[in-house]
């Protein structure tokens, strides 16, 4: 069984496009994240959702809107693509509480913008 | 806010040479410490953690890291690589009180020659 799991693995579309992530988890966790790895591999954490609120968001542009429907899914709505938003982009959990800060990942979404 | 240095951005070894990935980090606060590890093409594996207790921890395929709070590092260290350790390696970190995103590293690629 996939602990996390993301929805597609691969994506590829064009410059104005709006696109969905979906990111699913079956670890019982109370905290979702999305984060960005650009061309460079540099990681950065997007957005985080604990008990389905927005906890955590990063200056990201607005048309990034993350949803939560319930604790165990966090998906990634992407407004007007633009060829900047090509990356990687990796879904986790993990359960808040002190000594269980471990996130796990999800395989990850090549998101490609022509 | 947190940062962590990976000094080295590639390390090449030979199969059997005992390999060192280094990290520093900056924090105000206490954190937790981690060592991540992408395969080529793939998502992000959690190879090892510091939460408390023993500074030096160890993983099941023989890597292990030191935590050491006077010179803010956590080295990552193998007596004897092997070719299927090729990957990019990340070190993190979190802070043990908030909202525990990961900060990363920019990552080293580790590079075995046989």
């Known amino acids: 069984d996939t602990a996390v799991s993301q929805t597609p693995k691969y994506l590829v579309t064009q410059m104005g496009n709006d696109k969905s992530i979906k990111c699913e988890q079956n670890?019982?966790?109370?905290?979702m994240y999305w984060y960005k790895q650009d061309s460079k591999k540099f990681l950065k954490i997007m957005f985080s959702y604990n008990n389905k609120e927005l906890i955590i968001n990063e200056t990201v542009p607005n048309r990034f809107s993350p949803k939560s429907p319930d604790k165990a899914h966090l998906n990634l709505h992407i407004n007007s693509l633009e060829l900047g938003d090509s990356a990687v982009y990796f879904c986790?959990?993990?359960?808040?509480?002190?000594?269980?800060?471990?996130?796990?990942f999800g395989p990850g979404t090549r998101l490609l913008v022509l | 806010a947190q940062s962590v240095t990976q000094l080295d951005s590639q390390v090449p070894v030979f199969e059997e040479a005992p390999v060192e990935l280094r990290c520093n980090y900056s924090s105000s606060v206490s954190v937790y410490l981690f060592w991540y590890v992408q395969y080529p093409n793939q998502g992000l594996q959690l190879l090892l953690k510091y939460l408390s207790g023993s500074t030096l921890v160890e993983s099941i395929n023989g890597f292990e890291a030191e935590f050491n709070k006077s010179q803010t590092s956590f080295h990552l260290r193998k007596p004897s690589v092997h070719i299927s350790d090729t990957a990019e390696y990340f070190c993190a970190v979190s802070e043990v009180q908030g909202a525990q995103k990961l900060v990363f590293g920019q990552g080293t690629r580790l590079t075995i020659n046989p």
């Open positions: 670890l019982g966790h109370d905290t």
């Open positions: 986790a959990s993990s359960q808040t509480g002190q000594g269980r800060a471990t996130q796990y």
